[in-house]
């Protein structure tokens, strides 16, 4: 196993990226505090990238700025795209925001009408086959009162990925999940991601998680939200939450956010 820690690498500018962000500062109102500060980061296309740090210190507005949310009072967010076509992202919440009127299918199908799929049969295919995906396929006529969280966490990344999205933020997708579904949740998600060339930006709390899944982990500082360390996590996947190089890169990470944590006195 190799880690490679590294602190204030210069970014180069030429290699291609999923998204770029330069100099992004956040504010929010007058005369405040930046929440975010100089934020300089790009991910490439295919990366899988862990964004962790304390409670709020920014991260969840950083997500907000790359999916267009918001804007950054100051700085440049980027989302090349492929072609002439411009990037765009797709954003997945702890809650999965389903509409509980409507069927696990349906649900899928209305993102694919929303990007602009016209015929019905085609939608209905469609949505099938992302909900195999997520391995739900037979949850297409389920309502969202019948589903369990883990399923209907997995309705919602199947209704991300009908967004044909350049990037995936996840914002804390499974912290209210118990941990044996996070955990087949975690193996779901990397397979996909591999199977796919996703690029994911995945926002948690959660250090073991973040050593788990991440090509790159990125550490946040607070007040203001700086990057503060990050970690290129050379384990093979698929990894398992238990692993010995897992567990020594926790330690390492908790280590560093506990120095962040008491730096600033949260
Ligand atoms: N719309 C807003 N208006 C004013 N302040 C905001 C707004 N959104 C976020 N903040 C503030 O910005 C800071 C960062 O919040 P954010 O939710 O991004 O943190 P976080 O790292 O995602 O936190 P957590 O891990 O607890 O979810 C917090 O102090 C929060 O109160």
Redesign the pocket.
């Known amino acids: 196993m190799t880690v490679t820690a590294t602190v204030g690498e210069e970014l180069e500018a030429v290699e291609p990226a999923a998204v770029r962000l330069t100099g992004v500062t956040k504010t929010?109102?007058k005369g405040g505090v930046p929440?975010l500060d100089g934020i300089d980061l790009s991910v490439a296309p295919g990366e899988f990238v862990c964004l962790l740090?304390a409670?709020?210190?920014?991260?969840?507005?950083?997500l907000n700025l790359i999916a267009g949310l918001d804007p950054a009072s100051s700085g440049l967010i980027e989302l090349p795209g492929k072609g002439s076509r411009p990037g765009h992202a797709a954003l997945m919440f702890q809650e999965s925001a389903l509409f509980p009127w409507l069927t696990a299918g349906r649900n899928v199908e209305l993102a694919l009408k929303l990007r602009g799929v016209r015929a019905k049969a085609e939608r209905r295919e469609e949505a099938q086959r992302l909900l195999g995906l997520v391995r739900l396929g037979s949850a297409y006529d389920k309502r969202v009162h019948e589903l369990s969280g883990g399923m209907r966490q997995r309705v919602a990344l199947a209704r991300s990925l009908a967004q044909q999205a350049d990037v995936l933020l996840m914002d804390?997708p499974f912290a209210a999940l118990d941990a044996i579904t996070r955990d087949v949740l975690h193996e779901e998600l990397v397979k996909l991601w591999s199977e796919t060339g996703l690029t994911v930006i995945f926002?948690t709390?959660n250090v073991r998680e973040a050593a788990r899944l991440g090509q790159r982990v990125i550490l946040l500082s607070s007040r203001p939200g700086r990057i503060a360390r990050e970690w290129r996590v050379e384990i093979p996947q698929p990894r398992r939450i238990e692993d010995a190089a897992v567990t020594d890169l926790t330690r390492q990470i908790t280590a560093e956010l506990h120095k962040e944590i008491s730096r600033h006195g949260n």
């Open positions: 929010f109102g929440v740090g409670s709020g210190c920014g991260k969840s507005t950083l804390e926002v709390h």
